[in-house]
């Protein structure tokens, strides 16, 4: 297969770009690296283009090889003919490959396979060919009668010969394939309640209807965990007179008594072979379908909550919330150091809170607390209502923002929890770690497995390993579009930049503990098992602030230091400029010249040239930056204080099929459901919104007793 050529009708692109990006992944180039220095490969395309170009490459590559061994397989049982070798050929998915391979396919006990031990093979061929028009089936039947081998009567050795039949039509790959397009366009998925008394959150699923073609992929998923539950029956119905047509028009070839014996034989098969089977099918490529979606929908959310703009500069005090065991404090400087700890009782006694006030304010006071992070677990609405207490009755200028504590519990119980922070009990860890979450997001849930944050519906139900790899591709295109300052970085967050194991990762601080602070990017070189292709991979994701050479603060690879510094001097600048700030009016002077003629001059293309201007320009920027800040407050809410039309501020916190969950300051995220995004008709809540959104949003109805608040981005809608 022409790999290049495939891929490239499939993505609508340059077949010699998507060559190019299939040469340097068999390279052994990691995606960051390729999407951000190998722009003019690939005509520029971004990392989750290139990570979804590798992933189908795999898929193609995988299909290859089943082709071959399906056709090794036939081969050895010297039944291939230039027919299936050619049906092979053609065959664009798993399932063609299988479908034909399913007549040669060693069975199991079959009632077919009992039938040919009985020597009914030969009777089942001559009916099913039906060409003697006189024959009466019964009558040849009578003939195979053999009581050695079990055949009693004619009647015996028939139905013996229609169940051979039923097999034969069932192992038709064209039959299959086409049921299956059948079934998907005119087929419905329906779900019934298991017992109609039983309460659940399924109810609306208890009497559904949905055509297969059109069903969203989150009913899907809702469905099948209801039936695994034990609340739902599920099936996929189709009208069965279209497929049995269909059937009859190829199996059958006349009119005789041959072919209703075929017929009915072709009704066995439908019922009790092909139908049940392609059944799964259906649902099993919905489910991979949902779950795929589902998928793209987590990466996304997890692309946005890691991407969170960085509370920079300022000491955080960190809140877990608890009810019986109390709500553990952790205070952090800017750089996340740990200051103090310890434990307050803000949900106990009278007295107890007063003295967790004082205690709370003590420590504001002491550290000169910028900003407090509450965790959003159990009790997290009183700490928070308590924290905006404290706050009114002190003068320094404090606010709070409530943060996910999604896997805050996963990360204090790890290894790399109690290499961090070795003196401190676990439940302080978590509170150290939600501090952190302010300060900086993406440094700190890197230390966590993406699949504990938390950023969607049904995770546990998706296929762990697709989720997985999908999820650690999210970690590493944002990890590696920031950057990581090498003197600084966590083991954790360094593991995640391109070319970098974890073991690669663990010597780095190791060498960063003996040694010092690295001086220059080359000296990541002198670190045991760092060769030159990881180095490669790496140096241009790393930064060292400490450098004499001002490039190595910026995102320039070392391989174009050259090229910069020819641009510099062709533009008449100074090196030392990137060291104050930035090369001011750099862009202008390169536009004078002319894009194209400056990087003709310099020996470099003109997207690497872009990428250059833009790190002088602004050394070590960081994408974050020029996202909304957060919302941080100074009061606390109260669901009873919503009124329907009121407007509020508020951060998309998560986005789902049918709406997005918004966080406005009461302990309960509110519902913004699909139709209430935009005036215009979108498909779905991602084309507008994404987590970390700041947006505008007015309240349109509050359920207390069912603790659900309906908000709409459409002021007309508000119910003023």
């Not at 090889?65 to 049982?77: F, G, H, M, N, S």
């Not at 139908?275 to 795929?292: D, G, H, K, W």
């Not at 924290?387 to 320094?396: G, H, K, L, N, Y």
């Not at 098992?529 to 140096?539: T, V």
Request: aromatic share 4%; glycine share 6%; proline share 4%.
């Amino acid at each position: 297969m022409d790999y290049a050529q495939k891929l490239a009708q499939q993505f609508n692109l340059n077949p010699v770009h998507i060559q190019n990006v299939i040469d340097l992944l068999d390279e052994g180039n990691t995606i960051p690296f390729i999407a951000r220095y190998r722009k003019e490969a690939h005509g520029s395309l971004d990392d989750q283009v290139i990570r979804e170009i590798s992933d189908r490459l795999e898929y193609l590559r995988s299909l290859d090889k089943r082709r071959d061994e399906v056709k090794a397989l036939i081969t050895a049982q010297e039944k291939m003919t230039d027919e299936i070798n050619e049906q092979l050929d053609k065959a664009e998915t798993l399932a063609e490959i299988d479908d034909i391979y399913r007549p040669f396919r060693p069975k199991k006990k079959t009632r077919a396979s009992v039938a040919k031990e009985k020597g009914l093979e030969p009777l089942a061929a001559y009916i099913l060919e039906q060409n003697d028009t006189e024959c009466d089936p019964i009558v040849l039947a009578e003939s195979y009668i053999n009581e050695e081998k079990g055949v009693k009567t004619a009647e015996e050795a028939l139905q013996g010969a229609m169940d051979i039949i039923a097999e034969t039509v069932s192992d038709n790959a064209e039959i299959r394939k086409r049921l299956r397009n059948i079934v998907w366009f005119n087929g419905n998925v329906v779900s019934e309640a298991a017992d109609k008394d039983a309460e659940s959150v399924y109810t609306i699923y208890y009497d559904f209807k949905e055509p297969v073609s059109k069903i969203a992929g989150h009913r899907i998923l809702a469905i099948n965990r209801g039936e695994k539950e034990d609340f739902l029956k599920v099936s996929v119905e189709v009208d069965p007179t279209r497929p049995m047509n269909m059937i009859y028009s190829v199996m059958l070839k006349g009119d005789s008594k041959c072919s209703e014996i075929v017929k009915l034989a072709c009704d066995d098969a439908y019922d009790r072979l092909i139908y049940p089977s392609v059944e799964r099918e259906i649902r099993t490529e919905l489910t991979t379908n949902a779950s795929e979606s589902a998928i793209k929908l987590f990466s996304m959310n997890l692309r946005q909550l890691l991407m969170q703009p960085p509370v920079k500069g300022k000491v955080a005090l960190g809140l877990d919330p608890g009810y019986r065991t109390g709500c553990k404090v952790a205070v952090v400087d800017a750089t996340g150091r740990i200051l103090d700890t310890t434990v307050i009782y803000p949900t106990h006694s009278e007295a107890r809170v007063k003295q967790s006030k004082e205690i709370l304010k003590g420590l504001i006071k002491k550290h000169h607390v910028d900003i407090i992070s509450i965790g959003n677990g159990t009790a997290s609405k009183e700490t928070e209502m308590f924290t905006a207490e404290v706050i009114s009755e002190i003068d320094e200028p404090v606010s709070y923002m409530v943060v996910s504590e999604a896997g805050a519990s996963v990360y204090s119980a790890s290894k790399l929890a109690a290499a961090e922070l070795p003196d401190l009990d676990l439940t302080l860890r978590s509170a150290a770690s939600i501090a952190r979450r302010l300060q900086d997001p993406l440094a700190e849930l890197v230390k966590i497995e993406p699949k504990a944050i938390g950023v969607g519906q049904y995770q546990h139900d998706m296929p762990q390993k697709r989720l997985g790899e999908a999820l650690d591709g999210v970690v590493e295109d944002c990890v590696n579009s920031v950057g990581a300052d090498l003197n600084t970085a966590s083991q954790a967050l360094l593991s995640r930049v391109a070319g970098i194991t974890a073991n690669t990762a663990k010597n780095i601080v190791a060498y960063r503990e003996e040694n010092g602070a690295f001086k220059t990017r080359a000296e990541l070189k002198k670190v045991p098992k760092l060769g030159p292709k990881a180095f490669e991979q790496c140096a241009g994701f790393l930064r060292v602030a400490e450098s004499k050479n001002p490039l190595d603060s910026t995102g320039v690879h070392p391989e174009s230091y050259t090229a910069a510094k020819a641009l510099i001097e062709l533009c008449g600048c100074s090196l030392s400029d990137i060291k104050n700030g930035g090369i001011a009016g750099l862009r202008e002077k390169v536009n004078e010249i002319g894009l194209e003629n400056a990087a003709e001059q310099i020996g470099i293309g003109v997207p690497t040239l872009n990428d250059i201007v833009s790190e002088l320009v602004k050394p070590g920027r960081d994408p974050r930056d020029e996202l909304p800040a957060p919302i941080l407050r100074t009061d606390v809410l109260d669901m009873n204080d919503l009124k329907p039309g009121m407007e509020l501020k508020g951060t998309v916190r998560n986005v789902i099929d049918f709406g997005a969950f918004v966080d406005i300051g009461v302990h309960q995220d509110g519902l913004l459901h699909i139709s209430q995004i935009s005036d215009r008709y979108i498909k779905h809540p991602s084309e507008v919104l994404k987590v970390g959104d700041v947006i505008r949003v007015w309240v349109m109805s509050v359920d207390t007793n069912k603790k659900r608040i309906a908000l709409t981005m459409r002021e007309g809608n508000s119910g003023k």
